[in-house]
């Protein structure tokens, strides 16, 4: 079992920057690869960006790719979520999410085990 609290969203001007974490219980936190999905009013639920269990590789949605980072401490229990350059459509909120298959980067919806309860980030315009 893995419980999930994420932190850090808020309102922004575009342009600015926000950094998201997610804080993980139990002690299999480096066995499951973890992830930011969000999902904007009327829309479905989005993969953002993901992180194997080691590190070692991560994927990003096109639409955030060169403006998010995404980072992990295992010895933590913590993955991050950096935002920069951000924009109004980056306005949603934003779930972190933690997937049985380790070794992925970019699962999808359906692999995902266990879900944060959801952060809200706003950036105006």
């Known amino acids: 079992q893995v419980q999930l609290v994420g932190s850090g969203g808020g309102l922004v001007q575009a342009g600015g920057s926000l950094r998201l974490s997610c804080a993980a219980s139990g002690r299999t936190f480096a066995s499951y690869a973890m992830a930011w999905f969000r999902q904007a009013p009327g829309k479905e639920r989005e993969f953002v960006a993901g992180?194997?269990?080691?590190?070692?590789?991560?994927n990003y949605a096109d639409s955030v790719k060169g403006r998010f980072t995404i980072s992990r401490d295992n010895a933590k229990n913590t993955v991050d979520l950096q935002m920069n350059s951000l924009k109004p459509e980056d306005t949603a909120v934003y779930f972190c999410?933690?997937?049985?298959?380790?070794?992925?980067?970019?699962?999808?919806?359906?692999?995902?085990?266990?879900w944060g309860q959801g952060t809200q980030v706003t950036v105006s315009s």
């Open positions: 999410a933690a997937s049985g298959f380790r070794r992925i980067s970019r699962p999808a919806t359906y692999d995902v085990d266990y």
């Open positions: 992180i194997s269990w080691t590190g070692g590789s991560t």
